[in-house]
């Protein structure tokens, strides 16, 4: 009966340990100052582009969507610890997922709103100005 109590009790310890295993990420102070420091940083040079006037005006959005496409990334790899290894995988595929459907739904939004524009009837100036 010992026996089999030791091999029990053996088990429990090893699953225990897997479950350690399984977590992926270690949040550390440092890894937060990172986090807190880049985002500060990805933050403070659209702010002088916009401000200075540093790049021409078709230029400066774009470049500001690359840089909030850069913090997203910094915060989900800083601040909630999203990598591969994280719930095996789970939370990064539920990630590129969403990220799917977003573009998906934007895409076809501006899709939809640009054909609506581009096929209004167009509008008799004499009846603009009879309208209240």
């Not at 429990?12 to 985002?39: C, K, M, N, R």
């Not at 002088?48 to 006037?53: D, H, S």
């Not at 459907?101 to 009846?127: E, F």
């Amino acid at each position: 009966m010992s026996a089999g109590h030791d091999t029990h009790g053996h088990h429990d310890h090893h699953h225990d340990e897997h479950g350690h295993q399984d977590i992926g990420y270690h949040a550390t102070l440092g890894g937060y100052v990172v986090g807190f420091l880049l985002s500060v940083v990805l933050t403070a040079i659209p702010f002088w582009l916009v401000m200075g006037k540093v790049l021409p005006d078709g230029l400066t959005g774009p470049v500001i969507l690359g840089f909030a496409a850069v913090q997203m990334v910094v915060h989900m790899i800083y601040f909630l610890h999203m990598n591969a290894k994280v719930e095996g995988g789970w939370s990064m595929l539920a990630l590129v997922f969403t990220a799917a459907i977003v573009v998906i739904l934007l895409a076809g939004s501006i899709w939809v709103m640009y054909h609506m524009n581009a096929n209004m009837m167009p509008v008799d100036p004499q009846t603009m100005r009879h309208m209240p």
